[in-house]
């Protein structure tokens, strides 16, 4: 069996206890106990977890807008939101914030709780069982980590000094991470040039060059970008690739 890790963001020094008490008792590991957002934050991106326990009303940054941060840097750990709150409104408007977001209502009911954990843990099981990997990237121009889900990764290329990653959705992180590096850490991307790593789920087809000494590029699905195929890596994308 996994053994998960969890953050836990609670100001109330005994509910952070008793939280703490709880996931060990149920096979997770508390990586941290942190009573601000900002903390949060900073925790987070330095040791990213699986999941958060979390209180909406932190110290300083509130735990809704701290969880949108990390989103936006990519770290996306389940979450369990425990609250006192019983306006069902602000509920269900956390609950459609965060993703994958399981609600536990103050005081704490042990088994509510327990149940919460187990719903959580079934759900991360669901994601090692189908290899859904994840690639730690270093962002450019900060001391900070970026993780991606390796399927959201359309292609990668070297830039002068960067390197630019194009995801599915249209968007793009610059990242200072070596391709050699990148290309370890995956099951799927490959490469088909010296500077460029190519997600092989998003490869339609191949074509011939006929202006240019490279030889052929890639075509991908739902792009317009023309990926370089070098003749020696031609080969290798036949063997993985059906096109």
């Known amino acids: 069996m996994n053994s998960y890790n969890v953050i836990i963001a609670e100001d109330n020094e005994h509910i952070a206890e008793l939280i703490c008490k709880l996931c060990m008792q149920n096979g997770l590991h508390v990586l941290e106990i942190v009573s601000s957002g900002g903390s949060l934050v900073s925790s987070c991106i330095n040791n990213p977890p699986d999941i958060i326990v979390l209180d909406i009303s932190l110290v300083g940054l509130d735990g809704i807008t701290a969880v949108e941060l990390l989103y936006q ?57 189908t290899n859904e990997k994840k690639i730690t990237l270093r962002v450019k121009g900060l001391h900070e980590t970026l993780v991606l889900a390796e399927k959201d990764i359309l292609f990668i290329k070297r830039e002068i000094n960067y390197s630019k990653v ?33 997600n092989k789920n998003y490869i339609e087809d191949y074509k011939k060059e006929f ?3 490279r030889g052929y590029y890639l075509v991908l699905k739902n792009s317009l970008e023309k990926i370089p195929l070098s003749r020696q890596k031609l080969k290798m994308i036949k063997s993985e690739v059906k096109v």
């Open 73 to 129: 840097k990519g770290i996306r750990p389940k979450i369990i939101v425990v609250s006192g709150t019983h306006d069902m409104k602000i509920v269900v408007a956390t609950l459609n914030k965060l993703e994958a977001a399981f609600f536990v209502s103050k005081p704490i009911y042990v088994p509510e709780f327990k149940k919460a954990i187990e719903r959580v843990i079934s759900l991360l099981t669901q994601n090692t069982e």
């Open 211 to 213: 202006f240019k000494t």
């Open 166 to 198: 194009v995801l599915v959705n249209g968007e793009y992180k610059e990242v200072t991470s070596k391709l050699e590096e990148i290309e370890a850490q995956s099951d799927l991307l490959l490469s088909p040039y010296q500077s460029y790593l190519v």
